[in-house]
Nanobody
Framework: QVQLVESGGVLVQAGGSLRPSCAAS????????IGWFRQAPGKEPEFVAA????????DYADSVKGRFTISRDNAKNTVYLQMNSLKAEDTAVYYC???????????????????WGQGTQVTVSS
């Protein structure tokens, strides 16, 4: 079992950068792929990025490719989402989630993730 806590969401101007983090408890953090999802007001949640358990594989939504970078530090039980060139449409609550796996699989579907954090608000002003 793993517990996730997001932090680092703030108000930032368009074009700016932000690096929310997802801190996990538990000794088996390196056994989980971690995904970031977001939900904007009035919209369905959507996949943002995912990273495999061993940092061997990453995946991104087309809307953030080239602007966002997901990374992890297994020694610190933390995953980061570096967000650059932020746009007003990036405004959302960002959630991280964990998927237990023995491979480098990086799920894009929310249904595959078992553990979720409480979310952190990212607001981009235009």
């Amino acid at each position: 079992q793993v517990q996730l806590v997001e932090s680092g969401g703030v108000l930032v101007q368009a074009g700016g950068s932000l690096r929310p983090s997802c801190a996990a408890s538990g000794r088996t953090f390196s056994s989980y792929a971690i995904g970031w999802f977001r939900q904007a007001p009035g919209k369905e949640p959507e996949f943002v990025a995912a990273i495999s358990r061993s940092v061997g594989s990453t995946d991104y939504a087309d809307s953030v490719k080239g602007r966002f970078t997901i990374s992890r530090d297994n020694a610190k039980n933390t995953v980061y989402l570096q967000m650059n060139s932020l746009k007003a449409e990036d405004t959302a609550v960002y959630y991280c989630a964990a998927y237990y796996t023995a491979s480098n699989y990086t799920p894009k579907s929310m249904k595959e993730y078992v553990y979720w954090g409480q979310g952190t608000q990212v607001t981009v002003s235009s």
